[in-house]
């Protein structure tokens, strides 16, 4: 009998490969949410830097007006600055969404094909099962003819007879 062979074999590569595209897709759209997190924290960071900076010149008494009105401008400027990265975080996030999804999608298309690859191979073994089945059956069977063309049975009796 030959040898197992998929019928689906290419099919099951091609979702493989698509899988492990959108894999990468999904790291991709992960680390870009790192990044902005790190960016955001890095914002954060220096809004706080500033506030701390004012506290010090604050209690040093060298207090102006003008300072005061840069300081305010540049944390508006950050302020600004953060609740644009949040929205580029919120539309990270559901971009990672949709490529998860897309990623458990192919990842069941992958689970489907190894599914029939299963049952064709189960196929496969209880054909190879009978076909091995009938061919001990035929060499029992040639056996037993030439036993019996061989052994007497020809003669027309049995042993012993007389």
Do not use: P
Request: charged share 45%.
């Amino acid at each position: 009998m030959k040898r197992f062979q998929y019928r689906f074999e290419s099919v099951a590569k091609v979702r493989k490969i698509e899988m492990e595209k959108q894999a990468r897709v999904m790291a991709e759209a992960q680390l870009r949410v790192k990044k902005i997190q790190d960016e955001m924290a890095d914002i954060a960071r220096r809004l706080d830097d500033e506030v701390q900076r004012l506290q010090k010149v604050w209690q040093s008494g060298k207090w102006e007006d003008q300072l005061l009105q840069i300081s305010s401008a540049f944390r508006d400027g950050i302020k600004k600055h953060l609740v644009k990265k949040k929205q580029e975080l919120r539309e990270a996030e559901a971009k990672v969404e949709v490529e998860r999804r897309k990623l458990i999608d192919k990842e069941r298309g992958r689970q489907v094909m190894e599914k029939i690859r299963e049952r064709d191979y189960e196929s496969y073994l209880e054909e190879k099962k009978k076909d091995e089945a009938k061919e001990m059956d035929e060499v029992a069977s040639q056996r037993f003819y030439r036993n019996n063309l061989d052994g007497g049975l020809g003669g027309g009796g049995f042993e012993g007879e007389v």
